[in-house]
């Protein structure tokens, strides 16, 4: 292992970590505050900083200064442990995630394994141990029915996520992220596929499939990050809150750094799968100078923020549903239409590739 | 691959699976059984077999395990933690693992390839999700298809049992 290798992905991880992710995390709670306000017809924060820019900054001292109060009956070690597994698994995710071309030569992924989209279930599979814990340490109802709708809900949806993505794996031959982008390059996003061979009409078939599995990623993605209509395990009106009733000052901060953190790159996973990644019509990669580079990096993280904005609009519009339509839904819709979209798919690709 | 890294991830491996079966709490022996995988599945990367180590990962740690804490979480923890321990029974475990553990040395210490240090394998960037599909698809398609026909007999016994009135 060459020292300028360590250097670079050490400069990424650095890089993406505390220039990208943090404060998009936090400017994400003060634009799901405006994004609220805005579509119920209030103001929201607006007092802090020209138009409320510095909320996030205030809000961090705010619960800093909190008092940290630990129940008597909890398990002290998890208590303490639970808020961490919460953030950590939404972070570590984002290492496979191409989030641009190449600046100066330099790949921009921190690592591009070639079981990309693996990693990225069985890591966010993970998370769901940061809100179990936390709601059996607390020691307390209401938190431990929330851990308990969680661990329920996220393993239903889990195969619903896995199926959904299947089609798009079909179709690239590869499980490495980087060649899905690459893929989506040569022959148009998923979504919009057009580009490349547009005489094919199979291609123009193989797109409604895609769009189903899109479909079912991204409303599979909603009960994954536990946001509405999906957030069963956090529902205040049942649960005086959910998991996190009992945590306070940072420790809930932390919660709620992981609840965002796992919707932003959960919005990145969906970009990379279906938007083709980096890429915009028309802007070249990285190869042909540092600015396109850089451009690209802007591009991914634009995409990203529509996407976070869609889920804050989905949040904001719809009402939550009940668990055992939750359920229902899971089992006896997504998970049989993900299914079927496979079969679908795997019969069109031999007509497409001939 | 660094033994510093190896020798990190086998203790790591190792003192969890341990802690599996000291500790009283059921809760925190999931929890060490969990860290135990991540031992594994890092093992099983750092030899390059990324496929396999992160499908350790995918399967055990994130869903096996979930449900098992799913259900221990439901069950009276008291009484496991309240339970005196069985001296002779402890004492037999420990004499079968000591076997156990002497006949592995023995062997170990006698099988020759086992002292040698293997030449790296050739090419250790190939596509180990293509290799294993590749195989399960050519050489081991019928224990495939058979074990595909097991999942789903389960998979309907499963439904078969949890319908309410049977008839």
Redesign the interface.
């Known amino acids: 292992m060459d020292s300028l290798f360590i250097i670079t992905s050490l400069l990424k991880i650095l890089g993406i970590l505390f220039v990208v992710i943090l404060p998009m995390v936090s400017y994400a709670v003060y634009a799901e505050r405006r994004v609220s306000a805005f579509i119920q017809d209030r103001l929201g924060p607006n007092r802090v900083g020209p138009a409320g820019l510095f909320q996030p900054i205030a809000d961090m001292f705010k619960l800093l200064l909190k008092e940290d109060f630990t129940p008597r009956a909890a398990n002290t070690f998890y208590y303490w442990l639970a808020p961490c597994l919460a953030v950590m698994p939404a972070i570590i995710t984002i290492a496979v995630v191409p989030f641009g071309s190449t600046l100066f030569g330099v790949p921009m992924v921190i690592a591009d394994v070639n079981v990309g989209i693996l990693f990225v279930f069985a890591i966010a599979s993970l998370g769901v141990y940061g809100i179990v814990i936390g709601g059996w340490a607390s020691n307390s109802k209401y938190p431990f029915l929330g851990g308990i709708r969680s661990s329920a809900q996220m393993l239903s949806y889990e195969l619903s996520l896995g199926l959904a993505v299947v089609p798009v794996f079909l179709v690239v031959g590869s499980l490495r992220l980087t060649s899905v982008v690459r893929y989506q390059i040569e022959h148009g996003w998923f979504i919009a596929p057009f580009v490349g061979d547009w005489a094919n009409p199979w291609k123009w078939l193989l797109a409604i499939p895609m769009i189903i599995s899109f479909l079912v990623f991204m409303i599979a993605m909603f009960a994954e990050t536990n946001r509405l209509p999906f957030d069963l395990p956090e529902a205040e009106q049942e649960l005086a809150g959910g998991y996190n009733t009992e945590y306070s000052s940072m420790k809930f901060a932390l919660y709620f750094l992981g609840e965002y953190a796992a919707m932003i790159t959960g919005s990145a996973v969906i970009v990379t799968l279906f938007f083709g990644g980096w890429h915009f019509p028309g802007i070249p990669d990285g190869s042909h100078g540092w600015i396109f580079g850089l451009i690209n990096i802007a591009v991914f993280f634009a995409k990203v923020a529509v996407m976070i904005f869609f889920f804050m609009w989905v949040r904001w519009t719809f009402p939550r549903f009940r668990y055992d339509q939750l359920m229902r839904l899971g089992w006896l819709f997504f998970f049989e239409i993900a299914l079927v979209n496979i079969f679908l798919v795997a019969a069109i690709i031999p007509f497409y590739r001939s | 691959m660094s033994p510093f890294l190896f020798w990190i991830f086998a203790l790591l491996t190792v003192i969890f699976g341990a802690a599996v079966v000291v500790n009283r709490n059921p809760?925190a022996s999931a929890?060490s059984l969990?860290v135990s995988f991540l031992g594994l599945s890092a093992l099983f990367m750092s030899l390059d077999a990324?496929?396999v180590g992160?499908?350790q990962?995918?399967v055990y740690?994130?869903?096996v395990m979930?449900?098992f804490?799913?259900i221990i979480?439901?069950l009276n923890l008291r009484a496991e933690e309240e339970r005196r321990i069985n001296w002779l029974a402890l004492a037999g475990g420990v004499a079968v693992a000591l076997a156990l553990l002497i006949q592995i040395f023995l062997v170990i210490s006698r099988f020759d390839p086992a002292r040698k240090t293997f030449p790296p394998l050739p090419g250790s960037t190939i596509?180990?999700?293509r290799n294993i599909g590749a195989l399960l698809f050519s050489n081991y398609n019928l224990p495939f298809q058979i074990v595909g026909v097991l999942v789903l007999v389960a998979t309907i016994g499963v439904v078969l049992l949890s319908k309410r009135e049977l008839r």
């Open positions: 809760v929890l969990v990324f496929f992160i499908i990962v995918l740690a994130g869903a979930v449900l804490l799913f979480m439901l596509d180990d999700v």
